[in-house]
């Protein structure tokens, strides 16, 4: 459709707006109706926005509506329906259409309506026009709130969103391209019309009014959209010095390109020849084979030979959408220069009188969620730039201290990471999120330069906020965490380098800033969060209460006559009623049980028909014992019989949920729950250095090196500056092993102008000495380089590459390797169950396999490595509860005779699980005694916990403490099962305060543990409970003492069952409720008691014992007398300041192994690559730890992406 050819309609209704004669514009008699009808063609135009386009293309706005505007501002009907008129033609192109449309169709209607946007934005760079839009904005704002009718209101917001929509406008392209920096561009004319006409001066007062706060929003809009293109640095340093300072930089970028034309031009005039040769000559490349069998014939000059590939003259491939690089955002512009001056006096003027007010009110409107969707987006923008620019302009904290502080960091991580999710839900919009996240860091980063400015400032005052906002920040996890999961998940088809560019940077200030907040302190406490995974068991359907007997005597006064009018044949009878099943594997006896339920259904559901019906048929099927009646039964036995079965108590069986579809991919795993353990830990930076050594940090420092020749000076620092954290201070050179890594190397060193990047070329000459020196005793150092290496491939690099088969050096147990013997005695028991029906043959191959200790996946995985079987699917799992095995009689008796001899046991259900012949689950032995009436609840099978008394007997003391069984690791593994699944019915609760343990206590089971290796956490309890004592008398008071275990070794002590068990015959205390973390030294402890405790776990070994043991690490009560800083969390009035859960509720089995004397020198089993070099804060010995033991600054989120 030509869209110059008007609707008949539409060209009548224009015409009948008037004519513009000169510069005087005439309007009709019927303009106002015209004008209105122009509204009403608007609301009812199709998706193409036909009515849009053709009043576009006529020039409606410039030639009819805009010269009303400003002609006829007296006639205030007049004015609203145009500005209403003008507000709908202006609107953004994005509103119109919902989003960039994707057919070609649809995307040139968008394209027209957006042209048609950019001819009225330069319609609107009038001075005449905002003239009138600012006197009849002031004209408004004079009127007090009593005087302001709704219309006014109105057409304030109206007259602000023509406004917005205008500076929303995006440039034309073509324009762009066209001109140059510091040229008056469309937007630059329409800023300094707003200017001229005093309208910024408006925007100002609105923000700071007290009575205009309902327009915060609207006018924070307004101001993002009017510095777009602007760059705060440029506008703060505008007109501080000279006009050569001022263009210094342009200067040095024109310099640097000036010397690499300069070199380029020599290394061309070395290459060639003094004397030119018309003949270029024909030259074959020995060892470089064509398309056939021979050499390449190469027919140009010796001097393009380096230029030389085998893509030259081949068409570049072409890249599919999905996979291009994403576009980057609005290139910056630099404006006029009275542009220029004008906002920066703007900014000047927003924060010394409205910024710290207006973010507020934005603030409050978007947490109570009174904004439009995605407006914090413009919040962000403010933070940023205002920020940045008091910054660069006489930093001064005060003008933006609403933005300044923990709630701001906050506030601004939660919608970084709300983004950061949502691009990795939402895929199709992952592009606009990664915008907003964008948005995000720039704001988060310019946080975090503020706080860096702080620390420098002469006020004593500004460097303790500082010092108390980054005690905050750096004390809670998700702040620590924030970049590596940013480095982990960077999409650079998603993300554009401008992102890449900004993390960086934010990465490099973030760890710089903590490199030097834990330079000055020894012990470092932070936040760490576990997530604890818990089988989740399922709930059992809901019962429904049985009627009472009231209920069914009401019940069966009212089935009575609709019964007496079934027996006597009134109402017919169901004949598809059917109460035995011949093909059911369900025995005869179960369904005549299952026949009388579901009589008593139907009457207790209504349905009288059918329950006669039902028992009728039973009784032809079940004759003998006459339990449905005589054969000969009348009315009155069946009426008898039927209430009968109304209102007998008959066992009822839990609704069977439906089964889900069985899947198929992988095998079933039952449902788990998460829950997040909070707990303090001592931090240490290299220690958290170590988790940015991966493959996708590296990967994204490698892509934006790239572009280092346009990266800034700054950026190039900052990414150089991470590489060689990671290569030097962690002695991980071989992670920069990579062959893309060396590709840029060698590009850099070749270029004419790398003396402009000596970082960059320092660190590559570094690394390249690093990889020549390792590949002279490593050959495979060359093939390493096709691959982005892990810390464990680093570690394998340097050490050898059958190191972590042993175990060392990785940060979890790695899977043992199978070995030839292993895998033949696999292979035959593969293939002796293979055919054995009716059992799984995975189960059977792991009870017959003679190494101990291997898994069902690990099995499968073997299996599928060795070629007998395809993939892991050949062996599903069983789903639990799809085999349904029924008990014999001799079963059934059985279990009666075992409950009847353990029924006075501790553990009624434990002694019968373990006695029982048939292998069945807790929860089938539970309702099959149920079932059986031996017990009337639940809570009969619970294991009896015996608490101890005030005054126990000597004989006693052992058993009155809450059942915690000592036993061997095989037991555990034994009933591990068994206790995960009974986890919340085994709760202990915390001991009694006042129990006093006799003398000896505790002294056979220390003598245990001292045998399994925890003599030092021993020696480190003994020495504690003296101290304590001595405490107790010299001050006379007691209270009780936290043990705070602050080495890994007595940490690992704490959290092991058998060490838990000897505190509580010690008389320790546990936690006794979530807001405790430690076990804690009674109060009711007397120092006599406390040195009788402690001499009982005294070491008393045979002669011969080593008398040269280090010496015990002291009490935490006699280290550094100092408190921590208030900022991470300590209260001198409050024990615990961090909630966290008590060592004693139920928690997964951790299995100990000890290390032997012969893996002395060797690394423990924690450790992913040879660490740097130790600080005060690391451990002070290495002796040899048990293997698989977390180090304690290591999170479990590492542990599980590790895993991943």
């Known amino acids: 459709m030509d869209w110059y050819m008007m609707n008949c309609e539409l060209l009548a209704t224009c015409s009948a707006l008037g004519y513009l004669e000169g510069d005087v514009y005439h309007r009709e008699p019927d303009c106002l109706e015209s004008v209105k009808d122009l509204i009403r063609y608007l609301r009812h135009e199709d998706e193409t926005r036909d009515v849009r386009q053709q009043l576009g293309a006529a020039q409606i706005l410039q030639n009819d509506l805009l010269p009303i505007l400003v002609q006829y501002p007296q006639d205030k009907v007049l004015f609203d329906a145009v500005i209403r008129l003008m507000v709908n033609l202006t609107q953004p192109a994005l509103l119109c259409f919902g989003k960039v449309p994707t057919d070609a169709t649809s995307r040139h209607h968008f394209l027209q309506v957006l042209s048609y946007l950019q001819a009225y934005k330069e319609a609107f760079a009038s001075e005449k026009v905002f003239v009138v839009l600012s006197e009849k904005l002031y004209n408004l704002l004079q009127l007090d709130w009593e005087q302001r009718q709704e219309e006014d209101t109105l057409l304030i917001e109206r007259i602000l969103l023509l406004v917005r929509n205008i500076l929303h406008v995006p440039p034309d392209p073509a324009e762009e391209q066209q001109g140059v920096d510091g040229d008056a561009s469309v937007h630059d004319r329409v800023l300094w019309a707003l200017h001229i006409s005093g309208m910024d001066d408006l925007l100002k007062f609105l923000a700071s009014a007290q009575v205009e706060q309902q327009w915060a929003l609207h006018v924070l809009e307004i101001i993002s959209l009017m510095f777009r293109d602007q760059s705060p640095e440029e506008l703060a340093a505008l007109g501080q010095g000279t006009a050569g300072a001022e263009h210094g930089e342009d200067t040095r970028e024109l310099e640097t390109l000036r010397q690499r034309e300069l070199a380029e031009k020599r290394a061309r005039a070395l290459q060639r020849p003094s004397r030119h040769s018309r003949f270029g000559g024909s030259y074959i490349l020995q060892g470089l084979k064509s398309i056939g069998d021979r050499d390449v014939v190469f027919h140009k ?67 109570r969620e009174k904004a439009q969707e995605h407006d914090e987006t413009y919040y962000l923008w403010a933070t940023a730039f205002f920020m940045a620019f008091n910054r660069r302009h006489g930093f001064r904290p005060e003008l933006v201290s609403e933005t300044v502080g923990v709630r701001a960091f906050h506030f601004i991580e939660q919608n970084l990471t709300t983004y950061y999710e949502m691009a990795l839900i939402d895929k199709k919009e992952a592009t606009t999120w990664a915008r907003r996240m964008h948005l995000a860091l720039k704001a988060y980063q310019e946080l975090l330069r503020t706080v860096q400015e702080m620390d420098q400032s002469p006020e004593q005052a500004v460097r303790d906020s500082s010092q108390v906002i980054k005690s905050n920040i750096f004390y809670l996890m998700e702040y620590r965490e924030l970049f590596l999961a940013l480095f982990r998940k960077f999409d650079e088809t998603k993300q554009p380098r401008s992102f890449l560019r900004d993390l960086v940077e934010t990465a490099h200030l973030f760890l710089r800033m903590l490199e030097r907040f834990c330079r000055g302190r020894a012990n470092l406490v932070v936040q760490s969060k576990r997530v604890r995974r818990k089988k989740k068991k399922p709930r059992a359907p809901a019962v429904p209460a049985p009627p009472s007997a009231t209920e069914l005597e009401q019940l069966w006064e009212g089935l009575a006559p609709q019964l007496q009018a079934c027996l006597e044949g009134e109402v017919p009878l169901p004949e598809d009623v059917v109460p035995f099943d011949a093909a059911s594997e369900t025995p005869v006896e179960e369904q005549r049980a299952e026949a009388l339920l579901r009589i008593q259904e139907c009457l207790r559901d209504s349905r009288v028909p059918q329950a006669l019906r039902l028992l009728r048929s039973a009784r032809e099927v079940w004759p003998e014992g006459d339990v449905f009646g005589a054969a000969d039964a009348g009315r009155p036995e069946e009426t008898q019989l039927l209430r009968e079965i109304l209102v007998a108590p008959l066992p009822r069986h839990a609704p069977v949920e439906p089964e889900e579809p069985e899947e198929e991919e992988e095998e079933d795993e039952e449902e788990e729950e998460q829950t997040v353990q909070v707990s303090e830990k001592e931090f240490n930076f290299l220690d958290y250095l170590k988790r940015f050594a991966c493959a996708p940090v590296v990967r994204a420092l490698v892509l934006l090196l790239r572009g280092y020749a346009r990266n800034s000076p700054r950026t190039n620092h900052c990414a150089a500056r991470l590489l060689h954290r990671l290569a030097r201070d962690l002695h991980m050179e071989p992670l920069l092993f990579q062959l893309s890594l060396f590709a840029l190397f060698h590009r850099l060193l070749s270029d004419p102008a790398a003396a402009a990047h000596q970082e960059l070329v320092a660190l590559a000459k570094f690394i390249l000495g690093k990889f020549f020196a390792l590949a002279a005793t490593n050959k495979k150092a060359f093939v390493e380089l096709l691959f982005w290496k892990s810390p464990a491939a680093v570690f394998e690099m340097t050490k050898g590459y059958s190191s972590l088969q042993e175990g060392e050096g990785t940060t979890r147990s790695r899977v043992p390797s199978w070995t030839p013997q292993e895998e033949q005695e696999l292979r035959e028991l593969y293939w002796k169950y293979k055919e054995v029906e009716g059992g799984d043959i995975i189960t059977a191959i792991l009870a017959h396999l003679p190494t101990p200790g291997r898994t069902r996946r690990q099995v499968v995985k073997q299996l599928v490595r060795m070629g007998l079987a395809s993939s892991a699917k050949d062996f599903p799992r069983e789903r639990k509860g799809t085999r349904i095995v029924l008990w014999t009689q001799e079963q059934e008796e059985e279990l009666t005779r075992l409950f009847e001899e353990f029924q006075g046991s501790d553990d009624v259900l434990g002694n019968i699980m373990k006695h029982l012949t048939a292998r069945r689950s807790r929860a089938r032995v539970v309702e099959k005694l149920l079932g059986l009436g031996l017990v009337a609840e639940r809570k009969e099978l619970y294991k009896k916990r015996r608490r101890k008394s005030h005054g126990p007997d000597p004989g006693q003391v052992t058993t009155g403490v809450p059942a915690m069984p000592a036993q061997d690791s095989s037991g555990e593994d034994e009933d591990s099962e068994e206790e995960e699944e009974d986890e919340d019915e085994a709760e202990e609760g915390p001991m009694e305060e006042h129990w006093v343990p006799e003398e000896g206590a505790g002294q056979d089971m220390a003598q245990r543990l001292h045998q399994e290796g925890l003599a030092g956490p021993l020696r480190w309890l003994e020495n504690c409970l003296r101290r304590v004592a001595g405490d107790r008398e010299e001050d006379g008071v007691s209270h009780p003492v936290p043990l705070v275990p602050l080495t890994e070794e007595n940490e690992d002590a704490m959290e092991d069952r058998r060490f838990q068990t000897l505190l509580r015959q010690l008389g320790l205390r546990p936690p006794a409720s979530e807001q405790e973390s430690f076990w804690r030294i009674p109060a009711a402890l007397t120092p006599q008691q406390l040195r009788r405790v402690a001499a009982s776990i005294a070491h008393h070994g045979p002669p011969g014992s080593p008398p040269d043991l280090p010496e015990p690490p002291r009490c935490p009560q006699d280290l550094a007398p100092e408190p921590l800083p208030a900022g991470l969390g300590s209260d001198s009035e409050s024990e615990e300041p961090v909630p966290v859960p008590s060592p004693v509720q139920p928690r997964t089995k951790r299995r100990r192994e000890l290390a032997s004397e012969d893996e002395d020198g060797g690394s423990s089993g924690t450790e992913p690559a040879p660490t740097a070099p130790c600080s005060e804060e690391d451990e002070e010995d290495e002796d040899p730890q048990p293997r698989g033991r977390r180090k304690r600054i290591r999170c479990l989120e590492e542990e599980e992406e590790e895993e991943s």
């Not at 010796?302 to 690089?325: A, F, I």
């Open 301 to 367: 000059g010796l001097h393009n030979l380096k230029s030389y590939t085998h893509d030259l003259g081949k068409e570049p491939r072409r890249v599919p959408r999905h996979r291009q690089v994403a576009p980057e955002s609005e290139p910056s512009r630099r404006s006029a220069r009275n542009v220029r001056l004008f906002l920066r006096h703007f900014c000047q003027d927003f924060l010394e009188g409205c910024y710290n007010r207006l973010m507020l009110l934005v603030k409050d409107q978007l947490v």
